[in-house]
């Protein structure tokens, strides 16, 4: 009997205690400071608000009748309250299951009154608080589900407040807080889904992020024009999509990135001012996609040293510094095209000595001093367009001449003055071949597909006794007679001046008849098992 009465009793008094309670499935607006005082009179003993709550007024100045509320299911907008100093009033705020947006209150200094808040399941946007000058407040907060974004805060001179057990589950954006030094206070974060760290004009370094080993998306550093290292990154082993370093005007290397060895996206660095040298590099290995322009004091390469495969492409282009590629020295595989373009001072290709293989384009155009190829001498493949434009200085094209023409899907040569010495046998076949080609513009003797090939000819030609080749008589006004005196042909062609084909036969020793064709010069094509031989003719009356 005494164990049913201490029974009935329990339950009467946990029955009488307040409960939570949900309202407003359609959420609610707050206009004014009168309509959050009077909350708890239209909805008493609610402290689940199942909807969106938005708050926008300029006579709004706290929210202490919403002291109750526990759990917001919807979004939660804090903008354009123009007398508000902090967020005091939501002390009993523990969870938001939408997005926090707290922008456009030019007064708000302090995020103080959110002490109690846990979690938000969508985003975190702090944006255009004006005197906002840190994020105190956010003790207690230890997920964002989704991005976290602190922007256009122009009074914010610290990031102090978060929780040192913040997590966020998607990328992290701190950007356009220009008076922000540094970024002590952030927590000891070892992974973030991704990093933005741009337009703080005043930051100069990037400690804070000292514990953070691992971005599993992009890490853009941008337009932060004081910044004068990266060391604050020592730690990061590991990107898995694209670095972009960029237009940070006080940076004059790379150091800080000394540990990275693995990135798996792009990286660019591009519009850096101050940047004298890529030293700080010394773990990577290989790379996907990497573009290096406009950095405009940036001399040679000097720091990728230890790069030795970039499995895309490269494109370095408009350094008015450059004079040269030394730093790429171990790279021998390059998957995808090598761009070099629009460098006003840049005299040789010095630091490609180990490149092999190309697999795209190979364009070298804009480069108006640049007089030697010899650098890319060891390349013996490519799959792409070979383009040698707008050198006007070269003379040769000495260094290309162990490229397979049978990876050469386009030719480009053009608008260089000085370049005369084109007949290298892969381009000759090339033409010969009736591939693709455009060549014009330059010194003659490689101002056109016929001149390259005459020249090509003449070096091909050599002694008769070399090869055991004659053919006679030359000139002819009909009838020639080829004898090979060592080896058997498999195929003969006839091409005209242009490189297109006239005749087609297959035969051992020929006795060959032009009379049907015009009178001119013609170039005889002999096809052996693993070699090909073409001697010119000239065809008269």
């Known amino acids: 009997m005494i164990r049913s009465f201490l029974i009935l009793a329990l339950f009467t008094y946990f029955a009488t205690l307040p409960r939570a309670q949900g309202c407003l499935s359609q959420g609610i607006t707050f206009s004014s400071q009168g309509a959050i005082d009077s909350f708890t009179y239209y909805y008493p003993g609610c402290s689940i608000i199942e909807g969106d709550v938005y708050i926008a007024g300029n006579t709004i100045s706290n929210f202490d009748s919403l002291c109750h509320v526990v759990k917001i299911a919807g979004d939660l907008t804090i903008e354009f309250c123009g007398i508000l100093q902090d967020l005091h009033g939501f002390s009993a705020l523990e969870h938001i299951y939408g997005n926090l947006f707290i922008k456009s209150n030019a007064f708000l200094k302090h995020l103080w009154g959110l002490d109690a808040l846990k979690s938000i399941d969508g985003r975190l946007l702090i944006e255009n ?45 701190i950007s356009n807080n220009p008076e922000l030094a540094t970024l002590d206070g952030l927590p000891k974060f070892k992974t973030l889904n991704g990093l933005g760290i741009s337009n703080n004009y005043d930051l100069v370094t990037l400690s804070g992020l000292d514990s953070l080993s691992l971005i599993t998306g992009v890490l853009h550093i941008k337009d932060n024009f004081s910044l004068l290292h990266l060391s604050g990154l020592s730690s990061l082993t590991s990107i898995e999509s694209d670095l972009t370093i960029e237009n940070n005007d006080y940076l004059i290397n790379l150091t800080g990135l000394n540990s990275l060895t693995d990135l798996g996206g792009s990286f660019t660095i591009q519009d850096n001012d101050g940047l004298l040298s890529l030293h700080g590099m010394d773990a990577l290995r290989s790379l996907s996609y990497f573009t290096l322009s406009r950095n405009s004091k940036l001399t040679n390469l000097s720091g990728l040293d230890s790069i030795e495969t970039i499995n895309n492409y490269i494109r370095i282009y408009s350094h008015d510094r450059l004079h040269s590629l030394h730093g790429l020295g171990r790279l021998d595989h390059l998957n995808g095209d090598l761009v070099v373009s629009y460098n006003p001072v840049l005299t040789d290709l010095g630091g490609m000595d180990r490149l092999i293989w190309i697999g795209g ?52 040569i053009t ?23 455009e060549i014009k513009i330059n010194a003659p003797g490689c101002n056109s597909s016929e001149e390259v090939m005459n020249l090509c000819l003449v070096g091909i030609n050599g002694p008769l006794e070399e090869d055991g080749i ?72």
């Open 129 to 173: 608080n004006h005197s906002l000058l840190s994020l105190e407040g956010l003790s207690s907060l230890q997920l964002i589900k989704q991005w976290c974004t602190i922007k256009s805060n122009f009074a914010l001179s610290s990031v102090h407040g978060f929780s040192p057990l913040l997590q966020i589950g998607k990328s992290l954006e």
């Open 361 to 412: 384009d190979l364009t070298i155009d804009y480069n108006p001093i640049l007089t030697d190829l010899s650098p890319l001498q060891s390349i013996t493949s490519m799959s792409g367009k070979l383009t040698i434009s707008n050198c006007d200085r070269l003379k040769s094209l000495y260094g290309l001449q162990n490229i397979d023409e049978s990876g050469i899907r386009n030719l480009e």
């Open 415 to 437: 608008y260089s003055d000085s370049l005369s010495d084109c007949a290298y046998e892969n381009i000759c076949f090339y033409i010969y071949d009736e591939n693709n080609a």
């Open 470 to 541: 004659s053919i006679f008589p030359n000139p002819t006004s009909g009838r020639i007679e080829i004898k090979y005196a060592r080896q058997s042909a498999s195929d003969l062609k006839v091409l005209n001046a242009q490189g297109r084909l006239m005749k087609d036969v297959h035969m051992q020793d020929a006795s060959l008849d032009l009379k049907g064709l015009p009178d001119g010069m013609y170039f005889i094509s002999i096809q052996f098992d693993d070699h090909r031989i073409i001697r010119r003719i000239m065809k008269i009356k």
